[in-house]
């Protein structure tokens, strides 16, 4: 049978059981009737009688790309239907995700910019505080690289894992930066006191990430539930630390050599000269 039924009768003819050639039909043991379910709820929308149809997407699925191909599907399949029939959306998640997402966003990016303004007011000096604004972007431009192609998609927990990430990115750069400007205070040239800024504390700050990154470790083995909701915030918060480590190692003194400007003190007179 092609498990189509043309009429009451075919439904009837179904049959149930077959015990030594006594064949029971569901009409044997049942009443078939053509009639209309019992309405247990109305639906009107905009004042108008409709039908509700609750779609959901598969486990694992991005929200937000599935609900868009659906609207896509819906715009063709509205042009199929009369002109006294519409579709309307009622609800819809990813409006809820977009929104918390782009909210975590901006929360990240004011994080950033509070930051910089921070660093300029303890650093004292511009052009240290650009170095450092420049790390955060890059920084953030490799995390989000290692983000897709470990397939960790842009959500609330990645995004939370971000902001906290922005505090943490800095704190290495910062480290590297003042050794650098030690050095250039004492009068060694920009390249020297580069590498030696960068190299002389280049364990220590490697030792502190790598401790940073242990305590977060944990979340990634984590199973159930917390693992869905924690797993993406630990992988985003440990991309984050290992790409301002490299940043701090790599950026910074390059940075530094080319940019940074201050007036170097002259031990022996009471006077300062352009380095």
Known sequence: TLGRFENIQDIEEILISNILGNKIYLGDIAKVED???????????????????????????????????????LETIQNLLPDDISITPVFDSSDFIKKTISQVGWVALFGAILAVFVLLFFLGNLSSTLIISFAIPISLIFTFTLLYFTNLTLNMMTLGGLALGIGMM???????????????????????????????????????????????????????????????????????LLTSLLVALTLVPML????????????????????
């Open 35 to 73: 009639t209309f379910k019992e309405r247990n709820s109305i639906t009107y929308v905009n004042g108008k009688p409709g039908i509700m149809l609750s779609l959901q997407k598969e486990s694992g699925k991005n929200t937000v790309i599935v609900a868009k191909r659906v609207f896509k599907e």
């Open 170 to 240: 800095v704190d290495n750069s910062i480290v590297v930066l003042e050794n650098i400007f030690r050095y250039r205070e004492l009068g060694t040239d920009a390249k020297k006191s580069a590498c030696l800024g960068a190299s002389e504390v280049g364990t220590a700050i490697s030792a502190s990430t790598f401790t940073t990154i242990a305590v977060f470790l944990p979340i990634l083995y984590v199973q159930g539930i917390a693992s869905e909701l924690f797993r993406s915030m630990g992988y985003t918060i440990t991309f984050s």
């Open 256 to 275: 530094s050599s080319k940019i940074l400007r201050l007036k170097v003190k002259d031990n022996s007179a009471s006077v300062s000269k352009e380095n």
